[in-house]
């Protein structure tokens, strides 16, 4: 099945009750039971609800998995990944990534006994290297937020399965429309659903896709127990986003060439971060991993100070300075002191993280009114 095609139709089946082709948003918190223990396979709204069901079978069709998990957060979809571990055990993550995994990896799950181990997941042998037999668990997010690395996913898949060790890809830059993760090997994919599948800043949700069975139910006891579960509404709003992921992707990623292109080649722009350049490090695998290089980018001025950055980033009218991305409107930010203020800031330099960074995403808008806008912010 085509992309077009899966998307407007995953998790889609009619309202047997009524024939309503959209799925219903069931806003309640139980259900009436003929006896005791005799339902309908339901039976308290946290762990179970048709909406929630019906987006999780799409989430999983999507990223081409057998098994969805939603939760009420990309967060929270981190955080059911991070309780499958115990005290002792060590992952090793990408050193360049969004800073509320950071913040949870190392204010949350550090002082509960589990060793983090960062370092440039770039070059796979870096992964290769850093794994001990304590190692349970490799986070991977490619392309990076926010300076657009790139990981070749099957290499460290590889290597997880060398070590017996579980490969998790943040795959929220991408959407399934432009990259699929399981198909290389991954174990888990998380995305914040917020972003691309929701495509609308309306919602915040996040979910989790994989192939095993046994894994799939321990991460479901995990949604249940801990309830961090999003609300029907919710599920309904990333439902409805789904179905014009693929145009939506079609439009981020047309965009998305004309403005880096556009920044390339500006006098006063430093250096522009963006996977779909010829001359970015790993092109050669984003090419081989992805269907298309997106929206989302990030660029230094040549004066690649916070002051001559701050300038930019209060200076668009189309372009919102505001948090967040994968939207159809078009949106500025400044990782230094917004998505990633919870690094320590001598972490952030060494990492490449300069305070005069600016990261976009760009809108499905014109892209001659986004160049335009570009244009009279920079000067």
Request: glycine share 8%; proline share 4%; aromatic share 8%.
């Amino acid at each position: 099945m085509k992309l077009a095609t899966k998307y407007i139709h995953a998790g889609a089946h009619p309202d047997p009750s009524t024939g309503a082709i959209m799925t219903p948003i069931y806003q309640t918190s139980t259900y009436v039971q003929s006896a005791p223990g005799v339902n309908k396979g339901y039976e308290y709204a946290r762990s179970q609800n048709p909406t929630r069901f019906a987006l999780e079978e799409a989430f999983a069709v999507i990223e081409n998995g057998k098994f969805g998990l939603a939760f009420a957060s990309g967060v929270a979809a981190t955080d059911a990944v991070m309780r499958l571990l115990v005290p002792g055990d060590e992952v090793v993550a990408a050193h360049d990534m969004y800073g509320g995994t950071f913040r949870l990896f190392s204010k949350v799950y550090e002082k509960m006994g589990i060793k983090f181990i960062y370092v440039d997941t770039s070059d796979a042998n870096n992964v290769a290297k850093a794994m001990t037999t304590a190692t349970k668990l490799i986070w991977l997010e490619t392309p990076t937020n926010p300076l657009m690395n790139i990981s070749d996913i099957e290499a460290v898949a590889t290597i997880g399965k060398k070590h017996n060790c579980m490969v998790c890809v943040d795959n929220t830059f991408a959407s399934p429309y432009l990259q699929n993760p399981l198909d290389f090997g991954a174990t888990i994919v998380m995305h914040s659903a917020t972003k691309y599948l929701g495509g609308h800043s309306d919602v915040i949700q996040g979910c989790l896709v994989m192939n095993d069975q046994v894994l799939r139910d321990q991460l479901y006891f995990i949604q249940k127990s801990t309830g961090a579960v999003p609300g029907p509404q919710d599920c309904f709003l990333v439902l409805r986003g789904i179905k014009t992921l693929h145009v939506r992707m079609q439009r981020h990623c047309e965009n998305g060439i004309k403005v880096a292109a556009y920044l390339k080649q500006h006098p006063k722009v430093g250096k522009v971060y963006w996977c779909g350049f010829e001359d970015h490090p790993n092109h050669a695998i984003a090419k081989k991993q992805m269907r298309g290089y997106g929206g989302m980018m990030s660029f230094t001025l040549k004066e690649d100070t916070l002051e001559a950055a701050t300038k930019v980033l209060s200076s668009t009218k189309i372009f919102s300075l505001a948090e967040s991305l994968g939207g159809v409107e078009s949106l500025i930010n400044h990782p230094a002191s917004m998505t990633h203020a919870s690094i320590p800031r001598a972490q952030r330099i060494a990492n490449g993280l300069s305070d005069g960074l600016i990261r976009l995403s760009v809108g499905i808008e014109d892209a001659e009114d986004l160049i335009a806008d570009l244009a009279n912010a920079i000067g």
